[in-house]
């Protein structure tokens, strides 16, 4: 349980109570249409073949990220601080608001002046690798041994690695413990368990659960470990497990169980209608974490795994969580210098280290569960990330279009009350 706590080391009371970093939307951005369209013209822009970074030293790293919040910065700042320093080398880091990120890189790639580490949310390194921006990190010894396949995936494309992920998330189920021992309830681990209890706790101006269905890639986020658990898969929008996922959500929203107003709630959304008792579930993630403590310090709240269609299954979740890159600048020797600042930011201890700070999982397994030893309120985010899967794994760049296409088809069954067999199928149809 969780009453009174206190959040974890590295000022979570500064983290943002919003999905901008870690979710499949970090931070209202340039969309992914718009990506898809300026990445199919990265050889105009001049991408391909990059150029040199701004500074001619070749022990000066110039760094770009979209850390901004004190959570994230100050961390983030020590740890580069302390690994250059150790390696002799010296880095300048340019913070780019998150809405900004993607616009900032093909402009930069249009003047030549890509930095010589780029962080980018995991989604969008396909397309960014697939232009020939980023350098393949196994020839500068970069190995993801010891992590798991999935965590391992968000950063290749085609089975070369590009980008390596040292701490990650992922979303899982939290719960009202005192709304539960009230109706002599217990967390549930299915979705047969999920009706019951979601219909049972529902009354007197709060709704049994909330989740995002938000027509953007949060919708999307929300939506795969429910599809992916019960047998969905990304490549068939018309399969029987993508219906009955989506046949689930609407059976919550219909009788009443959820609010019709998940179609507009973005997973921040969803946290503070937790916080103010409006929900006694909601499925969110760990970086809403310190905000629901500093908040509500007086709610008693735990968290379990995303329940499943049936006792007994796996709950898959998506890996939410950004890549570290080595852009092609043509510059070779910062090239290597780059990558050995990049090497040892992401090593375990660091891992460890952020994701204490950062309320983030390492990437690295055996770091994990030391990290789910050190920090008990997170150990279900541990066994989450040990299931979750890449979203970007089976389609690579061809995975924003999908992810249109699933939140824009959930959006169909909520508002319109269309089947969901029809609306996916329309959904299937437009990736084809």
Not at 205 to 217: C, D, E, P, V
Not at 287 to 315: C, Q
Not at 413 to 429: C, G, N, Q, S, Y
Request: overall charge negative; some cysteine.
């Amino acid at each position: 349980m969780h009453p009174k706590r206190t959040p974890p080391v590295g000022g979570l009371s500064g983290l943002r109570t919003d999905s901008a970093r870690r979710t499949d939307s970090p931070a209202p951005r340039l969309s992914r249409r718009s990506f898809g369209l300026a990445a199919a013209s990265t050889a105009a822009l001049g991408l391909v073949g990059c150029g040199s970074s701004t500074s001619s030293d070749p022990t000066s790293v110039r760094i770009v990220d979209y850390y901004n919040t004190p959570a994230d910065d100050v961390v983030i700042e020590k740890t580069f601080t302390e690994c250059a320093k150790r390696l002799g080398l010296t880095y300048t880091r340019e913070k780019v608001p998150g809405e900004q990120l993607i616009a900032k890189v093909l402009q930069m790639g249009s003047s030549k002046t890509l930095p010589d580490i780029l962080m980018l949310d995991n989604p969008d390194l396909p397309q960014l690798a697939a232009s020939g921006a980023l350098a393949p990190l196994e020839q500068y010894g970069f190995s993801t041994k010891g992590f798991t396949p999935a965590i391992a995936e968000l950063g290749r494309l085609d089975g070369t690695l590009y980008g390596i992920a040292p701490t990650v998330n992922t979303i899982a189920l939290f719960y009202d413990v005192k709304m539960f021992e009230k109706a002599g309830i217990d967390p549930p681990t299915t979705w047969e368990e999920t009706r019951e209890a979601a219909r049972a706790l529902t009354g007197d101006g709060t709704y049994g659960i909330a989740f995002s269905a938000i027509a953007s890639y949060e919708g999307t986020f929300q939506f795969m470990p429910f599809m992916w658990s019960n047998g969905g898969d990304e490549d068939d929008l018309a399969g029987e497990g993508v219906a009955g996922a989506a046949e689930f959500w609407s059976q919550l929203v219909r009788d009443g169980s959820a609010s019709r107003s998940v179609v507009n709630w973005g997973q921040g959304d969803v946290i503070d209608q937790f916080k103010a008792g409006n929900a006694a579930m909601a499925v969110n993630g760990p970086w809403n974490i310190a905000g629901l403590e500093a908040d509500t310090p007086d709610l008693e709240w735990d968290v379990v795994t995303l329940p499943v269609p049936r006792a007994g299954e796996e709950s898959v979740a998506p890996l939410g969580g950004e890549v570290w890159t080595i852009p092609v600048t043509g510059d070779e020797e910062k090239q290597r210098s780059a990558a050995k600042l990049l090497e040892a930011f992401v090593s375990p201890a660091n891992q460890l280290q952020m994701g204490t700070a950062r309320s983030t999982i390492p990437g690295d397994a055996r770091t994990a569960r030391t990290f789910a030893k050190q920090n008990p309120d997170l150990a279900t985010f541990v066994e989450q990330v040990s299931t979750a899967r890449s979203r970007t794994g089976e389609l690579g760049p061809e995975w924003p279009r999908t992810a249109k296409a699933i939140y824009t088809a959930n959006q169909q069954v909520l508002v319109d009350d269309t089947d969901p067999r029809k609306a996916f199928d329309e959904a299937a149809r437009t990736v084809s």
